[in-house]
């Protein structure tokens, strides 16, 4: 079975520009959840989907926008690029969260660097 | 809102010895998840441990056990054996059961355990 699949896997962007990663979910998971990891800040929320629609949203300015897909695949953007948007983004999987007893699986990420 | 805690950046294991992972939490609720993800070099984050609160009983799987004390809202990673392979960031995160607003993983920062050889 197919792990979840993110690309690119490293990304490097100027500043003002926009970005968008991708991920593929395991088959069959229907949410989809989008961490930033940063050294200073650690891991955090960006958004959840859950069949196409945002069911959660962390604390993040309105430039980091995402959607999911019919097919569960879901994407994120970045637009007008900050040299603090540089940082690692970690996409996961998992079949359902209503009464969580279902892990998520993580992608391997996406290495986004803006200069 | 919910606060995940580790307070040591760094620990360091011998080989094949006992090494223990600190995490506290804040939470007003009662019914909640935690675990403890690995994330080594490669990046990918592997679940390793999960425990739910409202089971007394401790969580071990293989070499990996953890103490979950709920009146403490304390959730250490106690790791067996060491080996080398089990050098990597650890980060221990906490999940409430519900969807909606609270469909989230709240992560720690995380420590970097190192393994010698």
């Known amino acids: 079975k197919a792990g979840v699949t993110q690309t690119p896997r490293y990304l490097i962007k100027t500043r003002g520009q926009q970005v968008t990663l991708s991920c593929s979910p395991i088959s069959g998971h229907r949410s989809v959840s989008w961490y930033q990891q940063t050294p200073g800040q650690g891991l955090q929320f960006l958004f959840e989907y859950f069949s196409e629609t945002q069911r959660n949203k962390g604390n993040f300015p309105g430039r980091f926008s995402g959607r999911q897909f019919s097919n569960s695949r879901s994407e994120m953007n970045v637009s007008t690029l900050e040299l603090g948007d540089s940082a690692l983004y970690l996409c996961?999987?998992?079949?359902?969260?209503?009464?969580?007893?279902?892990?998520?699986?993580f992608g391997q990420g996406t290495r986004l660097t803006v200069v | 809102a919910q606060t995940v805690t580790q307070s040591q950046p760094e620990m360091s294991v011998q080989e094949a010895e006992t090494v223990t992972l600190s995490c506290t939490y804040d939470t007003s609720e009662s019914d909640y998840y935690l675990f403890w993800y690995k994330q080594p070099p490669s990046r990918q984050m592997i679940l390793v441990i999960r425990?739910?609160?409202?089971?007394?009983q401790n969580a071990t799987e293989n070499r990996f056990s953890v103490n979950f004390q709920k009146a403490a809202k304390s959730f250490s990673l106690k790791i067996s054996d060491s080996q080398l392979g089990d050098a990597a960031m650890y980060f221990c995160a906490y999940r409430t059961p519900d969807t909606g607003a609270n469909s989230k993983l709240t992560f720690g920062k995380g420590i970097t355990l190192s393994v010698r050889p």
């Open positions: 996961a999987s998992s079949l359902e969260a209503i009464r969580v007893n279902t892990e998520a699986f």
């Open positions: 425990q739910e609160a409202y089971k007394q």
